[in-house]
C-alpha cells in the first residue's frame, strides 16, 4: 500500500519532467547563445545551443492523491537544454546542486566531456570541469564526508583514469580536479571518505581511504568468485546507507559487505524461450535506499541486444523475480527516496514514443504517466534520471536536455 502511495509520486514527477522538457527545447530552438527566458510571467529556464525539438507544453502544477498519499509537483521552471544529451548524476546532499556530464558548447559532437553544476533553484549552469579523459564509463561517486565527486572515465587511448573534483573548490572559481594514481582501474565506487575500485589485471578489489591515503585489499582476485575483472561491462555500486558493495557484469555478480570482509556470490538464473535464451547478467543496477534490495536491468546473451527486463534481487536472500512492464527496453531507473516505488524509464522498441512508469514492485502494479502526449526518448541511457535524496526535488534527462521538478508529498489517510 505504502508503495502505491510513491508510484504517484514518481509517476507524475517523469510526467512533468519530460513535459517541461518539452518547453525547454521548444524555447531553445530560436536561440544560440546561453539566456535567461521568463515562462508563464512567473518562472526562467536556462537555455542553451539551439534545439529543434517542440515538445508539449508542461502544465504548471499537477495535484492528486493516491494510496493514501497527496502529491503535488510543480516544474521548478530549472531546465536546459543542450547540444547533445547530458548525462545525469546525482543530486547533492544539499538536494539541490544536480552534478551532469555534458558536452562543452560549440563541441556537441565531439568525444570531450565536462562536468557542470546545475543549481536547482537558480537555474545557473557552472563551473564547468573538463575532463582529461572523454567517454565517463561509471556513475560518479559522490564523497560526501570530502565534499568531492570521483568520475572514472576513459581518455582517448582508451587508458582509464579515476578523477576527483573538489566540489567547494570548483563553485569559488578554483583548481578542483585531480587526477588520482590508480593501475588499471576497471570499476569505481565510493561512499564517505573511501574509494572502491577493481584493478582489471589482478582482480584486486581495493578500498582507498581518500584522507590517509591508505589502501587495504577487500578481495584478492574477482576470478576466484568467476567473475572477469577485464570486462568491459563490470560495474560497482555503493550502497547509499549500509555497508555494502554490489559487483556485477557478463561473468556474474557478487555482494561485498565491507563492515565484515564477507563476500557472496548470487546466481541470477538463465532463460530457455523462444524470446530469451542464455543465462542472465546485469546491464544496471539501483540499491533501494532502505533495504538490501537491488532494480536490476538484465539482458540475456551478448551484446548486440534485443531487449532488457526488469527484476527485483533480494540480496539477503538471493531471491530474485521479474516484474513484468510493457516496455522492451528498460533505459534506467531510480528508487523514490524512501524505497517504495520505482521509476522506471524505457522504450517499447527502438524509435518508439513513449511515457515514464512508476512501478510498486511488491503488488506489480505500475502507472503510466499521461499528463503529455507521448514523447520520444532518443539518446535516453542509464544516466537519466536523479531523484534527490529528500524527495523534494526530480529530474529527468531527454535526447537535448535536462528538467527539474519539485515535488510535495503529503501523508493523508491510508487504505
Known amino acids: 500500500m505504502r508503495r502505491q502511495r510513491a508510484a504517484s509520486l514518481a509517476f507524475l514527477l517523469i510526467g512533468v519532467a519530460c513535459a517541461a522538457i518539452a518547453i525547454v527545447f521548444f524555447a531553445a530552438a530560436a536561440l544560440r547563445d546561453v539566456e535567461r527566458v521568463q515562462v508563464a510571467g512567473e518562472a526562467t529556464l536556462m537555455l542553451a545551443p539551439t534545439m529543434e525539438s517542440p515538445l508539449p507544453t508542461p502544465q504548471p502544477a499537477q495535484e492528486f492523491t493516491l494510496g493514501g498519499w497527496s502529491y503535488r509537483f510543480v516544474w521548478s521552471g530549472q531546465a536546459l537544454a543542450h547540444g547533445r544529451a547530458p548525462m545525469v548524476g546525482d543530486f547533492l546532499p544539499d538536494n539541490r546542486t544536480l552534478m551532469l556530464i555534458v558536452a562543452p558548447d560549440g563541441k556537441e559532437q565531439s568525444d570531450a566531456r565536462q562536468v557542470a553544476l546545475l543549481d536547482g533553484d537558480s537555474?545557473?549552469?557552472?563551473?564547468?570541469?573538463?575532463?582529461?579523459?572523454?567517454?565517463?564509463?561509471?556513475?560518479?561517486?559522490?564523497?560526501?564526508?570530502l565534499q568531492k565527486m570521483a568520475v572514472l572515465s576513459v581518455d582517448k587511448d582508451r587508458d582509464p583514469q579515476v578523477q576527483t573534483i573538489d566540489v567547494n573548490a570548483a563553485r569559488a572559481g578554483k583548481a578542483s580536479i585531480e587526477t588520482m594514481e590508480l593501475a588499471e582501474v576497471g570499476a569505481m565506487s565510493g561512499r564517505g571518505a573511501q574509494l572502491f575500485t577493481v584493478e582489471r589485471t589482478t582482480g584486486r578489489v581495493l578500498s582507498t581511504d581518500m584522507v590517509s591515503g591508505r589502501q587495504e585489499t577487500l578481495i584478492d582476485n574477482l576470478r576466484k568468485l568467476g567473475l572477469d575483472p577485464a570486462d568491459y561491462w563490470l560495474k560497482m555500486l555503493t550502497h547509499p546507507k549500509e555497508p555494502l558493495v554490489a559487483i556485477f557484469g557478463r561473468t556474474g555478480m557478487a555482494v561485498l559487505d565491507t563492515s565484515s570482509g564477507k563476500v557472496r556470490t548470487i546466481p541470477l538464473g538463465s532463460d530457455d524461450s523462444e524470446a530469451f535464451s542464455g543465462n542472465r547478467w546485469i546491464l544496471n543496477a539501483q540499491w533501494n535506499p532502505s533495504n538490501a534490495e537491488l532494480a536490476l536491468e538484465i539482458a540475456v546473451g551478448d551484446p548486440p541486444l534485443d531487449a532488457t527486463r526488469l527484476f527485483i534481487l533480494d540480496t539477503a536472500t538471493g531471491e530474485i523475480g521479474r516484474i513484468p512492464i510493457p516496455r522492451q527496453w528498460v533505459m534506467d531507473m531510480a528508487w523514490a527516496p524512501h524505497g517504495e516505488q520505482l521509476l522506471v524509464l524505457g522504450l517499447e522498441h527502438l524509435g518508439a514514443t513513449s511515457r515514464p512508469l512508476l512501478v510498486d514492485t511488491d503488488s506489480m502494479q505500475f502507472l503510466e504517466l499521461d499528463l503529455w502526449p507521448p514523447v520520444v526518448y532518443e539518446g535516453l541511457s542509464r544516466w537519466s534520471v536523479a531523484w534527490s535524496v529528500d524527495g523534494s526535488r526530480f529530474a529527468v534527462m531527454h535526447s537535448n536536455g535536462v528538467t527539474i521538478f519539485d515535488v510535495v508529498v503529503e501523508e493523508g489517510e491510508h487504505r
Do not use: D
Open 123 to 145: 537555474g545557473s549552469l557552472t563551473n564547468y570541469l573538463p575532463l582529461s579523459a572523454t567517454e565517463p564509463v561509471h556513475e560518479p561517486a559522490w564523497l560526501e564526508s
